[in-house]
């Protein structure tokens, strides 16, 4: 009774005994180990100190008998600038050498008042070699032997190598004697884990070998009955090499009309006519025989009631738990409506592309058209303007007043009217020509722009803005067309400038910006006129204005125009702006137009943009 109590006793308390012993086994020796490598890393850390202080010193050392031998060799004439630089020059160096190395050594008391020593000695020798650059011949001789034997430097230097070399000596026996525990340790806790691991596994082997045994003979109750799961709505079928139904859920047998009291095994082709098909059957011996999966095959077949129905078979083999060979589980899913709402939607994309086609059959109507009436009305424009100037020259002194006003407006008229067509045959240009993708510089683009206008500024004395102010940040190069690109930044930049006539200096900034998504982001900011942001709305549409013609000269295609270009390279364009606060206008480039571009035909320049 007593030899069973303590059994028991050791039963329960034997998990929690193994895991206290495996925790301090395990622990222990690796919060040691760890602890020995952090002092032999610090051991290497000084041992990597002294030798940085050693070449402190040297170095220092390298460059006071450089300085020392620069002044003897100006003193006795030789005729190199370079050697009085360095001297002239040596107390930025050699301050600096000295102050490193006495914050290396800090930590050495006796190291600090070697070195105060040795920097009274180096700032006395220094101002020797001073002194040597303007001293005479008499004094010279006397300067230099002052050096060699007042003023010594090589003892101080060689007390503070030796001390140092003294604490490498004493650093690296240290570090070698804690690798050296560490490795005992670290061998020592490997060989005490081995056993404790052997023994957990002696002890543990029984009781997990109990426990497979008993598990064992639950799943072989239970798996078959798991198999096949009857709640699952999909319906599934479970077949052995001949195709027979081994089970199914009940799923399966409502979408094929099964009875409950159904016999088995059954065939296929009892269930329906559909599974005839001599494809499918030869797919599921494929499964079966060769190990291939099926995926989403697609079959029509009658189901209950004789409804046809599409339906998406998956089927791969498995083993089963209670028989030794193995079976095929399928799943049958019903796509009917998935297939029908699919048809639907073809055949609406068919009718859109119908629709997009005849749209674009009259867009392509209407630039033409634009085209053809832009050029009609070149020729009676061309007899309006020519005959008002050969009636103003045959007039000549006999027009009054009014006969002078009437031929300026017709001039005038005559004169917008030409602009209007030539803006009219860009923008019908700018929506028929194909793009030209290519690298192109934006920064030289608005360059080439800002110059041209300001050479117009410059060119009439009494117009306003007297002066532009140009701030252009740095922009990339990026794939588009170089002259529909051209032509947003003319009429962009231009139109800053024109609003900002009333200003007598125009301010106007170029902006750029990588967005996270990779699209190019720019904009033009004036300190213009502005507009309200309630016609915003009109502000990109063909000959529409925001101001009176009388004060700001244009077409009012030109932003329409800028519109088109955009949305030809996938970008888009917008505006902000209060009235007599300037506006800004922004438009986007998306990262996706660069894959249109062959890289290998760009420089490496072109690439890092």
């Known amino acids: 009774m007593r030899k069973r109590l303590a059994r028991v006793e050791w039963e329960?308390?034997?998990?929690?005994?193994?895991?206290?012993?495996?925790?301090?086994?395990?622990?222990?020796p690796s919060m040691l180990r760890q602890q020995l490598q952090d002092q032999t890393l610090a051991a290497a850390d000084l041992v990597s100190h002294t030798r940085q202080v050693q070449a402190e010193l040297s170095a220092m050392n390298v460059e006071i008998r450089e300085v020392e031998q620069s002044a003897i060799l100006v003193s006795l004439g030789v005729p190199v600038e370079r050697l009085r630089?360095?001297?002239?020059?040596?107390?930025?160096?050699?301050?600096?050498?000295?102050?490193?190395?006495?914050?290396?050594?800090?930590?050495?008391?006796?190291?600090?008042?070697?070195?105060?020593?040795?920097?009274?000695?180096?700032?006395?020798r220094v101002a020797i070699a001073h002194q040597l650059?303007?001293?005479?011949?008499?004094?010279?001789?006397?300067?230099?032997?002052?050096?060699?034997?007042?003023?010594?430097?090589?003892?101080?230097?060689?007390?503070?190598?030796?001390?140092?070399?003294?604490?490498?000596?004493?650093?690296?026996?240290?570090?070698?004697?804690?690798?050296?525990?560490?490795?005992?340790?670290?061998?020592?806790?490997?060989?005490?884990?081995?056993?404790?691991l052997t023994a957990v596994t002696a002890v543990l082997g029984r009781q997990i070998a109990h426990r497979l045994r008993a598990?064992?003979?639950?799943?072989?109750?239970?798996?078959?009955?798991?198999?096949?799961?009857?709640?699952?709505r999909e319906p599934i079928v479970l077949l052995d090499g001949d195709q027979q139904v081994l089970m199914h859920n009940a799923a399966f047998a409502e979408l094929y009309g099964l009875e409950e009291d159904t016999r088995y095994p059954l065939g296929l082709s009892e269930i329906s006519e559909g599974w005839d098909d001599e494809v499918v059957r030869q797919r599921l011996t494929d499964v079966f025989s060769r190990g291939r999966e099926l995926w989403d095959y697609e079959v029509q077949q009658e189901t209950a009631g004789g409804v046809p129905r599409v339906l998406l078979l998956n089927a791969r083999r498995m083993s089963l738990p209670d028989r030794d060979d193995e079976a095929v589980l399928m799943t049958v899913s019903d796509v009917t409506t998935q297939k029908t709402s699919q048809q639907r939607i073809i055949d609406l994309n068919r009718q859109l592309e119908g629709k997009i086609e005849q749209v674009s059959d009259v867009n392509r109507e209407l630039e033409a058209f634009s085209y053809s009436v832009s050029h009609d009305l070149r020729a009676p424009l061309r007899h309006v303007s020519g005959f008002s100037d050969k009636l103003a020259r045959h007039l000549g002194d006999a027009a009054d007043e009014r006969s002078r006003h009437y031929l300026?407006?017709?001039?005038?008229?005559?004169?917008?009217?030409?602009?209007?067509i030539d803006d009219l045959l860009v923008?019908?240009?700018?929506?028929?020509?194909?793009?030209?993708?290519?690298?192109?510089?934006?920064?030289?683009?608005?360059?080439?722009?800002?110059?041209?206008?300001?050479?117009?500024?410059?060119?009439?004395?009494?117009?306003?803005?007297?002066r532009v102010d140009w701030d252009i940040q740095p922009l990339p190069i990026l794939v588009?067309?170089?002259n529909m690109l051209r032509q947003v930044w003319q009429n962009l930049l231009g139109n800053a400038v024109k609003y900002s006539g009333k200003r007598e200096v125009a301010q106007i900034q170029v902006g750029y910006?990588?967005?996270?998504?990779?699209?190019?982001?720019?904009?033009?900011?004036?300190?213009?006129?502005?507009?309200?942001?309630?016609?915003?709305?009109?502000?990109?549409?063909?000959?529409?204005?925001?101001?009176?013609?009388?004060?700001?000269?244009?077409?009012?295609?030109?932003?329409?125009?800028?519109?088109?270009?955009?949305?030809?390279?996938?970008?888009?364009?917008?505006?902000?702006?209060?009235?007599?606060?300037?506006?800004?206008?922004?438009?986007?480039?998306?990262?996706?137009?660069?894959?249109?571009?062959?890289?290998?035909?760009?420089?490496?320049?072109e690439f890092n943009a």
């Open 12 to 28: 329960r308390w034997r998990l929690p005994f193994i895991g206290v012993a495996v925790l301090l086994i395990v622990v222990a």
């Open 85 to 124: 630089a360095r001297v002239e020059k040596a107390d930025g160096v050699i301050g600096p050498m000295l102050q490193s190395v006495m914050r290396l050594t800090r930590d050495s008391p006796d190291q600090q008042i070697r070195l105060g020593q040795l920097k009274e000695v180096l700032e006395r």
């Open 133 to 196: 650059l303007e001293a005479a011949p008499a004094e010279r001789d006397a300067l230099v032997k002052e050096l060699g034997t007042k003023y010594a430097i090589l003892p101080l230097m060689r007390e503070l190598q030796g001390a140092e070399q003294r604490f490498a000596a004493d650093r690296i026996a240290e570090s070698a004697r804690t690798r050296r525990l560490a490795s005992w340790v670290g061998w020592g806790g490997l060989l005490v884990q081995l056993l404790l």
């Open 215 to 232: 598990e064992t003979r639950a799943t072989r109750i239970s798996e078959r009955s798991a198999a096949v799961l009857q709640s699952v």
């Open 408 to 420: 300026t407006v017709i001039g005038d008229s005559a004169r917008r009217m030409s602009s209007l």
């Open 427 to 466: 923008y019908s240009r700018l929506g028929r020509s194909a793009l030209r993708l290519q690298a192109v510089d934006m920064q030289s683009l608005v360059a080439e722009t800002r110059s041209m206008l300001d050479a117009n500024v410059s060119a009439d004395k009494h117009a306003l803005p007297l």
């Open 480 to 482: 588009g067309d170089e």
């Open 513 to 605: 910006a990588l967005e996270g998504d990779g699209e190019h982001h720019f904009w033009v900011k004036d300190n213009g006129a502005g507009f309200d942001m309630a016609y915003a709305s009109k502000l990109f549409g063909v000959f529409q204005r925001l101001h009176k013609a009388s004060d700001y000269a244009g077409t009012g295609i030109g932003l329409a125009s800028v519109r088109r270009v955009l949305s030809r390279h996938g970008g888009r364009v917008w505006a902000e702006a209060e009235p007599e606060q300037g506006a800004t206008f922004h438009f986007v480039i998306p990262a996706s137009q660069d894959s249109g571009l062959d890289r290998r035909h760009l420089s490496p320049s």
